[in-house]
């Protein structure tokens, strides 16, 4: 089973409506981060959390919104999706406390469409 | 601020080898990585390098010089499954985040 997981894998979706991007992991890790990526632009980051109580905006943070259940989840939400949300969003996690370098794994991403 | 430049693009052929640059602007430095990232999929970790040097892990090696903000991932006996973009990547000036380069996809053609 992968360590990362995200759901839904693909979404296609109207402007003005509400989405829940979900992020699971099973790595144990306490950092867990939210990017999007687009064609040209590379992975911008978007939130970050170290655990439960700590939630952190990224370069991107406006228009999206997370929460972070509990250490092994943490969700990314859009209040009302606009087109040019349309990319790949990467959930991605590290701990530095594993000694390797707090290195980031990521999920296997979610294609999110706004008409 | 921080700033990473790649090339955008590069094409190699079958069993040869291929140098990717990346150059850094940082305000704080704690280490870069590398990244490959298949069309569509997740990105996967290649390499860490904190200190000066050269890094090798089997095909793939990559050397970092911190004085000249310089790192290259070398990649040698090329397949086709080698084509994929490369992504360089520096921690954020708090170092709580990485900050990616927007990466540069090698074509290996036969």
């Known amino acids: 089973d992968a360590d990362v997981t995200q759901t839904p894998r693909n979404r296609i979706t109207k402007t003005g409506k509400r989405i829940m991007l979900e992020c699971s992991q099973t790595k144990g890790h306490d950092r867990m981060y939210w990017y999007r990526q687009d064609p040209g632009l590379g992975l911008q980051l978007i939130y970050y959390?170290?655990?439960?109580?700590?939630?952190n905006k990224g370069e991107i943070s406006d228009g999206y919104s997370v929460s972070r259940q509990a250490q092994a989840k943490f969700s990314l939400s859009l209040e009302s999706a606009i087109p040019n949300q349309t990319a790949l969003y990467f959930c991605?996690?590290?701990?530095?406390?594993?000694?390797?370098?707090?290195?980031?794994?990521f999920g296997p991403g979610t294609r999110l469409t706004v008409l | 601020g921080q700033n990473i430049d790649q090339p955008t693009e590069m094409t190699a052929t079958e069993g040869a080898i291929v140098q990717i640059n990346c150059t850094y602007q940082?305000?704080?430095?704690?280490?870069l990585f590398w990244y490959q990232q298949h069309a569509g999929e997740a990105p996967t970790f290649l390499s860490y390098?904190?200190?000066?040097g050269l890094e090798e892990k089997g095909r793939f090696s990559s050397f970092l010089s911190r004085s000249k903000g310089y790192s290259y991932l070398l990649l040698k006996e090329l397949q086709m499954k080698d084509s994929a973009s490369y992504l360089c990547?520096?921690?954020?000036?708090?170092?709580?985040?990485?900050?990616f380069g927007k990466g540069t996809t090698l074509s290996v053609s036969s």
């Open positions: 940082t305000s704080g430095f704690n280490g």
């Open positions: 990547a520096v921690h954020n000036q708090a170092g709580t985040a990485l900050i």
């Open positions: 390098n904190v200190l000066d």
């Open positions: 959390s170290f655990d439960v109580k700590d939630i």
């Open positions: 991605a996690t590290s701990d530095p406390r594993t000694g390797d370098s707090n290195t980031q794994y």
